[in-house]
């Protein structure tokens, strides 16, 4: 960290080996680079849902904290892991019942104090409480530790995230929309401070559609017939991901900017 400044990596969705092999390669040449890394985990394993092993393998490549969303529940070997000290949530907005957490305060090593918040959209996906009013309320609580506070909305529809984007701008340091794989041209800084991007896009195949075999997500719409999703052989792979420049002293963000990077599979 200089001149008050701390830098944070918020990695997309990961989605299957393609996508923990490439983050593990870039953050071996690039881990120093950044004070904080962030990533969406949901995806990881097989493509939907996350291990316990996989969760240990991303978290000691450097990884942070882990957020996640709708797709956390299908690996069904990690639940009793929500409950337990690791830094991994699940959506907030989920009933309070749920297994895990929503949001977390972390100290970087520079001593610096940053909450993040985890929720999920509504529009086209599972009815579950209001991400505008359940995260107001928990961003409130946790200004009374820190004024750094990065969001990662799980949403499927864009309008969604943009509105839920201006409704907390300048109460949060940034807000980072995943879900839909695709990364967005709309990185910016809001009026009021915080720093938005519709989606960070995915980490995985890149000869894929979202992460998935090409041919069977053709089938699916031609046909008609539910298939199995598995993950694409792609022999590149892509990395997107984000970078924030954040002033510790106003919790205001400084810059956002998106990378989109491909790698030959090793």
Not at 19 to 39: M, P, W, Y
Not at 84 to 112: C, Q, W
Not at 230 to 254: C, P, T
Request: charged share 25%; net charge neutral.
């Amino acid at each position: 960290m200089q001149n008050d400044i701390i830098t944070v990596l918020f990695i997309g969705d990961i989605f299957g080996r393609p996508g923990r092999e490439v983050v593990k390669e870039f953050l071996i040449s690039n881990r120093e680079k950044f004070d904080v890394v962030i990533a969406n985990c949901e995806n990881a394993s097989s493509g939907k849902g996350l291990t316990p092993n996989n969760l240990e393998e991303l978290l000691s490549c450097g990884i942070d904290v882990l957020t996640s969303g709708n797709h956390i529940w299908n690996k069904k070997e990690i639940i009793p892991y929500l409950n337990k000290d690791y830094p991994l949530l699940r959506p907030l907005n989920y009933p309070k019942e749920a297994p895990g957490k929503g949001s977390i305060v972390f100290t970087t090593k520079e001593n610096v104090k940053i909450g993040l918040v985890n929720l999920q959209g509504r529009v086209f996906m599972q009815a579950i409480d209001c991400p505008f009013r359940v995260g107001y309320e928990e961003i409130l609580k946790l200004k009374q530790m820190t004024n750094i506070i990065i969001v990662d909305f799980h949403a499927e529809a864009t309008s969604e995230k943009t509105a839920l984007g201006y409704y907390l701008d300048g109460l949060i340091t940034a807000l980072i929309g995943t879900h839909t794989h695709v990364q967005t041209n709309d990185a910016k800084i809001l009026p009021k401070g915080t720093a938005y991007i519709t989606d960070a896009g995915m980490s995985g195949p890149y000869e894929s559609i979202i992460g998935v075999e090409v041919d069977t997500i053709i089938s699916t719409y031609l046909v008609g017939v539910p298939k199995r999703f598995d993950v694409a052989k792609s022999d590149l792979s892509q990395l997107d991901y984000v970078i924030i420049e954040i002033d510790v002293k106003s919790g205001k963000a400084l810059s956002i900017t998106k990378k989109h990077e491909l790698f030959k599979r090793k």
